[in-house]
């Protein structure tokens, strides 16, 4: 299943690493520092002393990820207008967008 997290922070990361290790090829849209270090190192996540690591795709530009079968918006109110303009390139005849 290919899943594009849309304005991967501290929600769109958890659901990002969460899917990745369920067997997902997940994507993720985020920009700044953030994504230098998921293109880096991959993501991270902390659950008490546990640390679950998963590799995604990301980038700050849609078209660079391709159709997906799910896109996933956890953006801000403030941010929704970035899915409005980047959201074409993700879409596919069947694609479902879910806003969490």
Known sequence: MRICIFGAGAVGSHLAVRLALAGNDVSCVMRG??????KANGLT???GDT???A???ASDNPGDLGPQDFVISTLKATGVAALATGLK???QDETAVVFA
């Not at 520092?33 to 998921?38: E, F, S």
């Open 45 to 47: 996540l902390r659950v």
């Open 33 to 38: 520092p953030h994504l230098a270090a998921v």
């Open 89 to 91: 390139p993700l879409l």
């Open 51 to 53: 640390e679950l690591k």
């Open 55 to 57: 590799k995604v795709n």
